[in-house]
């Protein structure tokens, strides 16, 4: 492979999103075993380049695994309870001092210029603060967690200040309160808590794991709040996926557009969810990533991209930007994050009993889901509810999936006369017709 090419087409393909996410705010969680895994100087180059491109950033960094290690030498074993640890005061003591620590680490590597990397010479402003408000958990079954505590509020007004002035803002896993005392909180539900404050378009909480898994293993790609409720369900109370997840649907139900489960071990899993049509880890979100819905004006453009192909190798009929805008009302798309990946059309005539499936077409990186058998399913959904009795198309290369799917060879005297009077003799297409008798029946029933 080319890999001069490879990577233009690459470059091509997310300069979308480049636009896209210019002036959106993102929230992002590093865990602390990011960083002592040796990943956080290359993040830190991720999120750099996303500053440069006019991302506004907000950064929580987790210390969990910074403070075990700690405790460990120190030969402390913290009592644990509902999946946290009762901060003491000998333990808040050390939570506090490896937050400055790691603060002071990150403000470091942001005001470097990020020497003998790509982006060298650029110059970060990081600001960190008392901009997270907190409460005390109090006592729990008995149990007094002390320093522990939750978040009570966000400071939203002031990182939004921060943000205009081009600051990238650090947000430590500490919150403060009206008294004058300092909180130990799960990084998570602060990230989780500022993304929802802010009204963010974005919230990404690195971890270990790829995102969630399917019970054959498969990667789950997107979900909503609704579909990850049992799956949450069944994780270990207080473990890092739990928590994520866990923040993740509470960030959706709230408003947060998407949230993306990703793994600090993946080095292109920040960059490769953001500036990739199909992404990389998990997407928690309450919109349709991917919707099947009726064409629209502005998805001729789309349209007209995946129907050239098809077009250009004698699969369909050309149709021009004109025909197309004078049929979109009946045309259905398959939506992909703003890209027409599926369409089909569905003709009526004067009849009234019979219409025509047509430019039923499906690009090339997505024909293994099933979206053609999608849409047309959803044509004969719409074709019974009109009342029409049979579907026919015409096709020169794919009669097989038709046959597959129920229609039946038949001759071109079956057609209504205005569609066999505009028949291409030259281009000898097949004639397929499906009866929707049965499925009316029930349809009306």
């Not at 403060?176 to 404050?197: C, I, P, W, Y």
């Not at 038709?402 to 297409?429: C, Q, T, V, W």
Request: charged share 25%; aromatic share 6%; net charge negative.
């Amino acid at each position: 492979m080319n890999t001069r090419f490879s990577f233009v087409d690459w470059f091509r393909h997310s300069s979308p999103y480049i636009n896209a996410h210019r002036g959106r705010t993102f929230v992002v969680l590093i865990e602390g075993e990011a960083v002592a895994g040796g990943r956080g100087e290359s993040l830190i180059q991720d999120l750099a380049l996303l500053h440069t491109l006019g991302v506004h950033l907000v950064v929580v960094f987790g210390i969990r695994q910074q403070v075990h290690e700690r405790l460990a030498s120190d030969g402390i074993e913290p009592i644990r309870h509902q999946g946290r640890w009762v901060a003491d005061e000998a333990i808040m003591a050390r939570v506090e001092r490896v937050a400055a620590e790691q603060r002071l680490w990150l403000e470091a590597r942001l005001s470097v210029g990020l020497p003998n990397t790509p982006l060298h010479g650029i110059e970060l402003t990081a600001v960190s603060g008392n901009l997270v408000m907190a409460k005390p958990l109090g006592v729990r079954e008995g149990v007094d967690f002390q320093r522990s505590g939750e978040v009570r509020r966000v400071r939203a007004s002031a990182i939004r200040a921060l943000m205009a002035e081009r600051s990238l803002v650090l947000l430590p896993p500490l919150g403060f309160s009206s008294t004058g005392e300092v909180f130990d909180l799960d990084a998570a539900e602060v990230a989780q808590k500022a993304a929802v404050a802010l009204g963010a378009d974005k919230l990404i909480l690195l971890g270990d794991a790829d995102g969630l898994r399917g019970d054959d293993g498969t990667l789950l790609r997107q979900l909503t709040p609704v579909q990850a409720e049992p799956l949450l369900s069944c994780l270990a109370s207080g473990d890092e996926v739990t928590r994520h997840l866990g923040a993740a649907c509470e960030a959706a139900l709230h408003g947060v557009a998407r949230a993306h489960l990703l793994s600090w071990r993946d080095q292109d899993a920040l960059l490769g969810e953001l500036f990739t049509r199909d992404g990389v880890g998990t997407m928690i979100t309450q919109r349709r990533y991917e919707q099947l819905r009726p064409a629209e004006v502005g998805d001729i453009g789309g349209l007209l991209e995946l129907l050239e192909p098809l077009e250009r190798r004698g699969m369909l009929v050309a149709r021009s930007r004109e025909r197309l805008e004078h049929e979109i009302d009946d045309y259905l798309v398959i939506d992909r994050d703003g890209m027409v990946i599926a369409c089909a059309a569905l003709h009526r005539f004067a009849d009234g009993k019979t219409g025509e499936l047509a430019c039923v077409a499906v690009h090339p990186d997505y024909r293994s889901d099933a979206r053609g058998e999608r849409l047309l399913a959803e044509i004969e959904r719409q074709a019974s509810r009109e009342g029409l009795e049979n579907l026919f198309a015409l096709t020169t290369h794919t009669a097989h999936w038709f046959i597959e799917h129920g229609f039946m060879p038949a001759s071109l005297e079956s057609l209504p006369p205005l569609r066999r009077d505009a028949y291409n003799h030259a281009r000898k297409s097949k004639v397929l017709i499906k009866s929707l008798g049965d499925r009316t029946r029930l349809t009306s029933a």
